[in-house]
């Protein structure tokens, strides 16, 4: 049977708020087609959100989805897949949101190893509330609440998850979208946390104040500054300044939280 | 594992982690705060046993945020924490309230506002219990004044949180939640327990957020098959977010309403010495037990003094002051607060009686003697 990739979206709740030629909608298509390949159930699938806009993908996908709080998104994840560790749960949040004001729970869920898959929408800006920098703005880039260009360091949201101890990090862009299904279907099928960073494209809110009024620019930008990581470990590239690598940047095996558990609960039986 | 009955010496702290337990309670998020890790402490040794989930979270935002997702998984969720701490919560808290999540916040208050007095008894989290967070929301919040009771509104809490779809908050003193006393613990199995509604149909006729201004509507697990969108922003009937003013209107008003319009099912407060009383005590928690003291002092003393004690604070019993108050009887109200109860008090009493606080801020507990003090002072 043909994917027919309506048939994971909730029809009335399209059309979706994105501005035209915003890259969440391929994200999300690409997420929906990672899902047709991974053939769960609808029952056992349940996708939690943050605030922002990506954060409204989880609206609009027919599945138990609940929109969280800002940044929260992760901490409500964790307490839905530990009370039922039977539920494949993914977690849709912004740079903003998981960066920022969800930074802490970032890290201590890739520290806990909680089998869980994040997905996590970059486009380099605050985009819902119209422009501000958020923490993976790259340097010198203008936003609204840096108007004379981002005079701060932008994180590395793979390397720092790899740091606190992810088990499956891995990015792409809205242009390396086969990849980024790729890196989907992997993450979810590894057992511990995976975080899987979309590079996507806000040409209202970041584009025109760049350089990159148009979706085209913003998908060439993309192009020229991702860097295939199979390629730089076969010494055929190298990262200049300004690109990044996308693909499969780490993987490792882990004890997984909800595992782990069932030793407390033996142990503690044994008592 | 505990026997079916037992009379055990108990903290409060661990009362009502035994109360929430027997209530069925099986998954606890939290983060280390004094007065209330001794409940986290005990969660963590007992619940793997009884097949609960304990978690401890990295902080209190996120302990919150995690009890909700269990609940939405279907499993009675709590956490417990002190000020600080409930500070960080209130955000979530009206998440809860907006999607209509069960769950028990336990709130073993301190000495505030800020670190304050860690150690130090206060009741000063009462108004905050009422509207800490923001925007109009139904609030349900029960104060214990022995170990016993704290295991029974424990209990109760639960019950309540299962039944209004809504966080339920237990407002401890410091004072109870570290005090050990006999408690007589009943058979589990004989308690009489609240679930959720679920709902009974099928997918297409499911309103997870329907039903009349009065009715509580049913919430499927996740995994149910139900596919629900649960979301913080104003929603319709089906969980779809909405910007029409009639939507909004309503969903407000029925949130407030599933409790209002049930508060005499939700209110209970006891009455001591009132049938004769000429003044009255009006306290709760650790306040009342001092109160008592003072009543029975003041009776050998000729002084037709009662007590009005209510373990509901949220919503407000407004019935047990309409009824003082319809006798001219002057109401004492002693807080560890500089006079938050007290104004409801006021409001109900409507100018009727004399109202008048007795605060104290000080990190200590009334004596009898200052509550005694101040009925002879008159009002």
């Given at each position: ?271 | ?12 702290n661990e009362a009502c982690a035994q109360g929430a337990v027997d209530a069925g309670v099986r998954f606890f998020a939290g983060y280390p705060i004094t007065p209330s890790t001794e409940i986290a402490e005990w969660m963590a040794r007992e619940m793997p ?77 009462v108004m905050q219990a009422r509207w800490g967070t923001h925007g109009d929301h139904p609030s349900i919040a029960l104060s214990p004044w022995s170990v016993q009771e704290t295991y029974t509104l424990t209990v109760k809490a639960v019950n309540l949180s ?218």
């Open positions: 049977m043909p994917f027919n990739v309506t048939s994971y979206f909730r029809q009335e709740m399209l059309p979706h708020i994105w501005c035209p030629g915003c890259g969440n909608g391929i994200v999300l298509r690409d997420f929906a087609v990672a899902l047709e390949k991974l053939n769960y159930s609808r029952q056992e699938v349940v996708i939690v959100s943050g605030i922002g806009c990506s954060s409204r993908a989880a609206g609009y996908l027919d599945f138990d989805t609940v929109h969280t709080t800002h940044g929260r998104a992760l901490p409500f994840a964790t307490g839905i897949k530990f009370a039922n560790p039977g539920l494949k749960v993914f977690v849709i949040m912004g740079d903003g949101d998981a960066s920022s004001i969800g930074g802490n729970h970032l890290i201590h869920a890739c520290r806990r190893n909680i089998d869980l898959t994040a997905i996590i929408f970059n486009n380099h800006i605050y985009g819902m509330t119209g422009g501000q920098f958020s923490p993976m703005t790259p340097r010198d880039k203008k936003a609204t609440t840096a108007p004379y260009g981002m005079i701060e360091q932008s994180f590395d949201l793979c390397r720092l998850a790899e740091a606190a101890g992810a088990t499956y990090v891995g990015r792409a862009t809205t242009y390396h979208n086969q990849l980024l299904t790729r890196l989907i279907v992997e993450g979810a099928n590894n057992r511990g946390f995976s975080l899987i960073e979309a590079v996507t494209h806000c040409p209202t809110s970041y584009g025109r104040r760049n350089k990159m009024a148009t979706p085209t620019d913003m998908v060439r930008w993309q192009k020229e500054s991702a860097v295939l990581i199979d390629r730089i470990k076969e010494g055929r590239a190298s990262l200049q300044e300004g690109q990044f690598p996308v693909g499969l940047l780490h993987q490792h095996d882990a004890p997984e939280f909800t595992a782990e558990y069932l030793e407390v609960v033996k142990r503690a039986r044994e008592k | 594992m505990r026997k079916p009955i037992e009379i055990r010496l108990m903290q409060g046993a009884i097949g609960g989930k304990f978690i401890q979270m990295e902080d209190e935002i996120a302990s919150i945020a995690a009890i909700i997702g269990g609940s939405l998984a279907g499993v009675k969720s709590m956490t417990a924490t002190s000020g600080p701490g409930f500070s960080l919560m209130q955000e979530n808290i009206g998440y809860a309230c907006m999607t209509e999540v069960p769950c028990l916040i336990v709130n073993v208050q301190r000495g505030g506002p800020s670190t304050g007095r860690p150690t130090a008894p206060s009741q000063g989290d299962e039944k209004y779809r809504t966080p339920v908050i237990l407002l401890l003193d410091e004072v109870i939640a570290h005090l050990r006393e006999g408690v007589k613990l009943p058979d589990p199995r004989k308690l009489k327990l609240v679930e959720r509604p679920r709902p009974r149909g099928g997918r297409e006729e499911y309103r997870p957020f329907g039903g009349t201004m009065k009715e509580v509507p049913p919430i499927a697990d996740f995994g149910m098959g139900f596919n629900c969108n649960f979301t913080g922003l104003v929603h319709d009937e089906v969980g779809h977010p909405s910007n029409s003013p009639a939507v909004t209107d309503r969903l407000i008003r029925r949130l407030v309403g599933k409790v209002e319009y049930d508060r005499d099912q939700i209110i209970h407060w006891e009455e001591i010495e009132m049938k004769d009383a000429e003044m009255a005590i009006f306290a709760y928690g650790c306040s009342a037990r001092s109160s008592v003291s003072a009543l029975k002092a003041a009776r050998e003393l000729g002084m037709k003094v009662g007590l009005i004690r209510p373990t509901t604070l949220w919503p407000f019993p407004e019935k047990a002051v309409e009824a003082a108050a319809a006798r001219g009887i002057p109401l004492l109200v002693p807080e560890l607060n500089l006079g938050q109860l007290v104004l409801e008090v006021s409001r109900v009493a409507a100018g009727r009686t004399r109202v008048r606080p007795l605060s104290r801020v000080d990190g200590e507990l009334f004596t009898p003697m200052e509550i005694l003090s101040a009925l002879k002072e008159g009002f």
